[in-house]
């Protein structure tokens, strides 16, 4: 298995454009999860999709960030426009449903660096 | 809500000996996970282990290990024989067994391994 893919690994954008980072999970796993990493407030959970169902988007910073999982094997998170103070490594992570290994932690993707100048 | 606490920004080791990293947290819940993950350079994170809160038996995975203590709520790691690799940032995290399946981390340990 592959694992889960996430790109860009690297984004250097101007404030003010659109951003897309993007996820594949792997096969067969129901769960998908979107963290960002900071030094200020560590690893936060922004959403996550159940059968690509979003559940919870209480993590969501605020409108500029919308996140979409439109199949099982393809997320997208978007932000725009984008600030510099959206700079951070953002995660992605999927999980196995009930009765297939559920209760294991997330396996998690490489991250996309953001910097947004 | 459940918080998690890693108290120690940055520990370091000798090869070869034992290092334990601590982790506490807050929860009302009776039943939940507690996970070790590991962060080295490349920026993947790794499971390491897991706990299950309604096993007394702590978990052990090769030369990892927990000491978990329930009432006191905290969540050690325990690495022996450490080696090279195993310098990276460790996090200790938190989910409930029923309902938001949220993890919650704590703010690392940064582990170096000296020769």
């Known amino acids: 298995d592959a694992g889960v893919i996430q790109s860009p690994r690297h984004e250097v954008t101007e404030m003010g454009q659109e951003v897309t980072l993007r996820c594949k999970p792997i096969s067969g796993h129901d769960y998908l999860f979107w963290y960002r990493q900071t030094m200020m407030r560590g690893l936060e959970l922004l959403i996550y999709f159940n059968n690509n169902v979003p559940i919870d988007d209480s993590g969501m910073p605020e409108d500029r960030f919308s996140a979409k999982m439109p199949n099982a094997s393809f997320s997208t998170l978007k932000i725009q426009p984008s600030e510099p103070r959206d700079s951070a490594v953002y995660f992605c992570?999927?999980?196995?449903?009930?009765?297939?290994?559920?209760?294991?932690?997330?396996?998690f993707g490489s991250g996309t660096r953001l910097t947004v100048v | 809500a459940q918080t998690v606490t890693q108290s120690q920004p940055e520990m370091s080791v000798q090869e070869a000996e034992t290092v334990t990293l601590s982790c506490t947290y807050d929860t009302s819940e009776s039943d939940y996970y507690l996970f070790w993950y590991k962060q080295p350079p490349s920026r993947q994170m790794i499971l390491v282990i897991r706990q299950e809160a309604y096993k007394q038996q702590n978990a052990t995975e090769n030369r990892f290990s927990v000491n978990f203590q329930k009432a006191a709520k905290s969540f050690s790691l325990k690495i022996s024989d450490s080696q090279l690799g195993d310098a990276a940032m460790y996090f200790c995290?938190?989910?409930?067994?029923?309902?938001?399946?949220?993890?919650?981390f704590g703010t690392g340990t940064r582990l170096t391994i000296i020769p």
């Open positions: 992570a999927s999980k196995p449903g009930q009765g297939k290994g559920f209760n294991y932690g997330y396996t």
């Open positions: 995290a938190y989910r409930t067994l029923f309902g938001n399946e949220k993890l919650t």
